[in-house]
T-cell receptor, first 115, second 112 residues
C-alpha cells in the first residue's frame, strides 16, 4: 500500500508570494492533518480535514488555509509568504477523524524556503 | 489544555548503551499515547503506542509503559544501535476527534 505522498519535496519562494502544497493520503484514509515543523517551534498543528470539512484548527494566521477534496487528497495554501514561514510542512493521514487510537501516518514533507 | 513534555536533547550514547527518554503529559480523561521517530530527511513514523493505563507498547526493542499515576510514558531500549540515531517524539491523542499533540522531540545520537 502506498504511503502518504507530498508534493513537491522542495520549494523556494520569495516574500509576498503564495504557495500551494499537496498531500495524497494512504488509500482508505479519510482524515488529513497538516503540521509545520521548525527547529525553534517543533511540530505545530495547522489544521485537520475529514470528509472535506475542517475539523480542527491550530493557532495560525488566516494566511494559512487548506482544503480537502472528495478523494481525500488535501492541499494547503500560504499567501503573502513571510521569511518565518520557512519550514518543513508535514501532512499526515489517519483512518478517521474520531480516531480512537488510530495513529497518524506521515509523508516525508515539503521543505519550503522563503527568501 | 493538553500538553506533552519531553526531556531535552540531544542525548548522546555509545552503541549498546541503555536508553531512556522521559515523557510526561497533561490531558483530560484517558488519552492514547504514542512514540514517533523521525529519521533525517523523512517524516515521522509510528514507533509504538499504548491506549490505556498499564499498557506496554513495544516495537524494534523499544518499550514504553502507560503510567496513569505518574502521567508518564517513558521510552526505553536496552541496547541502542547507531541506526537508532533519530529524533523521537512523544504524543497524545484524546478520543472524540481531538488533534494529536506532540512533545518538542528529543534528538538521539548513538556513537559506534
Amino acid at each position: 500500500k502506498a504511503g502518504v505522498t507530498q508534493t513537491p519535496r522542495y520549494l523556494i519562494k520569495t516574500r509576498g508570494q503564495q504557495v500551494t502544497l499537496s498531500c495524497s493520503p494512504i488509500s482508505g484514509h479519510r482524515s488529513v492533518s497538516w503540521y509545520q515543523q521548525t527547529p525553534g517551534q517543533g511540530l505545530q498543528f495547522l489544521f485537520e480535514y475529514f470528509s472535506e470539512t475542517q475539523r480542527n484548527k491550530g493557532n495560525f494566521p488566516g494566511r494559512f488555509s487548506g482544503r480537502q477534496f472528495s478523494n481525500s487528497r488535501s492541499e494547503m495554501n500560504v499567501s503573502t509568504l513571510e521569511l518565518g514561514d520557512s519550514a518543513l510542512y508535514l501532512c499526515a493521514s489517519s483512518l478517521s477523524w474520531d480516531k480512537d487510537n488510530s495513529p497518524l501516518h506521515f509523508g516525508n514533507g515539503t521543505r519550503l524556503t522563503v527568501t | 489544555g493538553d500538553s506533552v513534555t519531553q526531556m531535552e536533547g540531544p542525548v548522546t550514547l555509545s552503541e549498546e548503551a541503555f536508553l531512556t527518554i522521559n515523557c510526561t503529559y497533561t490531558a483530560t480523561g484517558y488519552p492514547s499515547l504514542f512514540w514517533y521517530v523521525q529519521y533525517p530527511g523523512e517524516g515521522l513514523q509510528l514507533l509504538l503506542k499504548a491506549t490505556k493505563a498499564d499498557d506496554k507498547g513495544s516495537n524494534k526493542g523499544f518499550e514504553a509503559t502507560y503510567r496513569k499515576e505518574t502521567t508518564s510514558f517513558h521510552l526505553e531500549k536496552g541496547s541502542v544501535q547507531v541506526s537508532d540515531s533519530a529524533v523521537y517524539f512523544c504524543a497524545l491523542q484524546r478520543t472524540g476527534g481531538f488533534k494529536t499533540i506532540f512533545g518538542a522531540g528529543t534528538r538521539l545520537f548513538v556513537k559506534a
